[in-house]
């Protein structure tokens, strides 16, 4: 997004990771801030829009891309009949409360800006499809798909184009324990035969918030070197 111009309000619980991201993009010759925030927290969320729109004027692109994994919140491995209550309230108050709030207060935003604007929030190949033992994530992740097509209808005519992109395995922390534990059984199932890198998903990202998506709301972009299709 820096690339292409975008001057950038990049969030995340840590504060430092934030930060990592921001000094790149301004050694590079961007323009950017960071910030701490959690996205559960819809406090934390108000402040962060307010926090953005305070040193940029506004807000015309949003990537609501905080997520967590099923390892953050309970052992890895268990059947729906296995997950506590306590994990699967955990996952989704990240992966789905997070993405809501997130769009609550960005869309209040643009409606009060009377320019419209593009969203992208991040889901997955399990917003889509079914994964034992990850009932809680496949869960929120297809909220984020209802989320994604019932904010598109809602604002299409407020010129807000809400998409999201369902990313297949992507080389981050996330996927770095799953990966040595069953990498070579997870691979054999993408046609590709590789993980996506983030960069791959970022253009996709970048190429939804751009005005050459003009005509796109309410999809699902899967971009998962062919897992999808097979
Ligand atoms: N890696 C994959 O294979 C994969 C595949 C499909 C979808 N995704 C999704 O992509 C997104 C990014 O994941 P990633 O693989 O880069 O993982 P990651 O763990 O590397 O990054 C996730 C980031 O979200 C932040 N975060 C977590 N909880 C937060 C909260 N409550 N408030 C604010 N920030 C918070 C973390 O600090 C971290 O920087 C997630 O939504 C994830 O579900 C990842």
Not at 12 to 23: G, L
Not at 34 to 51: N, Q
Not at 100 to 119: D, S, V, Y
Request: a negative charge; proline letters at 3%.
């Amino acid at each position: 997004m820096a690339r292409e111009g975008a001057r950038l309000a990049v969030a995340d619980r840590a504060e430092e990771s934030a930060s990592a991201t921001v000094e790149l993009i301004n050694a590079a010759g961007g323009q950017a801030i960071a910030m701490g925030g959690d996205v559960t927290r819809e406090d934390d969320v108000a402040a962060m829009v307010a926090r953005a729109v305070a040193a940029f004027g506004q807000i015309n692109c949003a990537f609501n891309n905080a997520g967590i994994s099923g390892r953050a919140v309970g052992p890895a491995g268990q059947r729906t009949h296995e997950l506590s209550r306590t994990s699967f309230d955990a996952m989704l108050a990240v992966n789905l409360t997070g993405v809501f709030l997130c769009l609550k207060h960005e869309i209040r935003q643009m409606i009060a800006q009377g320019n419209g604007g593009a969203i992208v929030n991040t889901a997955s190949i399990a917003g889509l499809v079914g994964l034992p033992t990850s009932a809680h994530y496949v869960a929120a992740k297809h909220g984020v798909v209802g989320l994604t097509k019932t904010a598109a209808m809602e604002y299409a005519q407020d010129g807000i184009r809400v998409n999201c992109v369902n990313p297949g395995y992507v080389a981050t922390p996330m996927t770095k324990d799953t990966m040595e534990a069953r990498g070579d059984e997870i691979l054999a199932k993408v046609p590709m035969h590789r993980m996506g890198s983030p960069e791959e998903i970022a253009e996709a990202v970048v190429w939804m918030c751009s005005d050459k998506a003009s005509f796109m709301t309410g999809a699902s972009q899967v971009v998962d070197g062919g897992y999808f299709a097979a």
